[in-house]
């Protein structure tokens, strides 16, 4: 049976300013999410919370679903509870769950190839890289269509292109759950939509949860199997695109009038 991972009833404050408000989502192996909401609302913030790896000042409350020392809840083997993967040790807690944040900086100026294989470190012995493991961040490379970059130093891309590095990454780190923090950005709008269908092809294959945060609603409607809209300090909206995505949930999310078609448009050339 596949698992989800799961938030209850979750308020987030930095200091005196809350940043999150009784948010409650899961997450499902074999099906992509998106994540969709205006600047500011908490994306970033619920995606690092559900990763284990929240900011030192912030201050989390969780309301039916307690903190637990245990990964599994009491009651369901198969529901995570997201805040006790903070508690796990980290290469423990890396092999439930692959998180890539929206920015990052390498300092060593490592090959494409090196990073990526990095995600395999969490399944190492010592820290040695097994001749699978190399095996595994080349399918990696090829999976996001960069083989050809491998060799190249990491200092030496584009923007896009080091963020395509990064999600080949969390793919070769074989997690059961991946997040990721806009992984659409500084990508051209061919490959867009390309990485988005591969990832939900991804999540249905290999029976992994996928979490994206993305901006642009179209996309999230097109792969999505699952959206979760997300407006400021208010319960989140989620479902299936077919049942909430319609101009009264996108006005409270965004405050802002829309309209709502099914249109068909361009196809990946990729």
């Not at 083997?77 to 769950?97: E, M």
């Not at 999505?224 to 989620?238: E, K, N």
């Amino acid at each position: 049976m596949n698992r989800e991972l799961v938030l209850r009833g979750l308020s987030a404050y930095y200091g005196k300013k809350t940043v999150l408000k009784n948010v409650s989502v899961s997450i499902k192996q074999g099906e992509l999410t998106c994540l969709c909401g205006p600047n500011g609302c908490g994306k970033s913030t619920l995606l690092s919370i559900l990763a284990g790896v929240p900011d030192q000042s912030l201050k989390v409350l969780q309301g039916t679903v307690s903190q637990r020392s245990s990964l599994q809840t009491l009651n369901n083997p198969n529901v995570i509870d997201a805040l006790s993967l903070h508690k796990l040790p980290r290469k423990l807690a890396a092999k439930t769950v692959a998180f890539m944040q929206q920015n990052e900086y390498s300092t060593w100026d490592f090959t494409v190839r090196e990073l990526v294989l990095q995600g395999r470190f969490c399944h190492t012995k010592n820290g040695f890289y097994t001749q699978q493991d190399e095996e595994l961040a080349d399918d990696a490379l090829r999976e996001l269509q960069i083989d050809s970059l491998a060799q190249r130093p990491v200092h030496s891309l584009s923007g896009g292109e080091f963020q395509k590095a990064r999600i080949a990454r969390a793919i070769c780190q074989q997690a059961d759950f991946i997040l990721l923090d806009e992984p659409a950005a500084n990508l051209d709008f061919v490959y867009e939509p390309w990485l988005l269908k591969k990832l939900h092809t991804l999540a249905q294959e290999k029976g992994i949860g996928i979490l994206l945060s993305v901006h642009d609603i179209n996309l999230a409607a097109s792969y999505a199997d699952t959206l979760i809209l997300l407006p400021l300090l208010t319960t989140p909206i989620c479902g299936k695109i077919s049942d909430i995505l319609n101009k009264e949930n996108l006005k409270l999310t965004y405050g802002m009038e829309f309209e709502c078609q099914k249109v068909n448009y361009f196809q990946s050339l990729l």
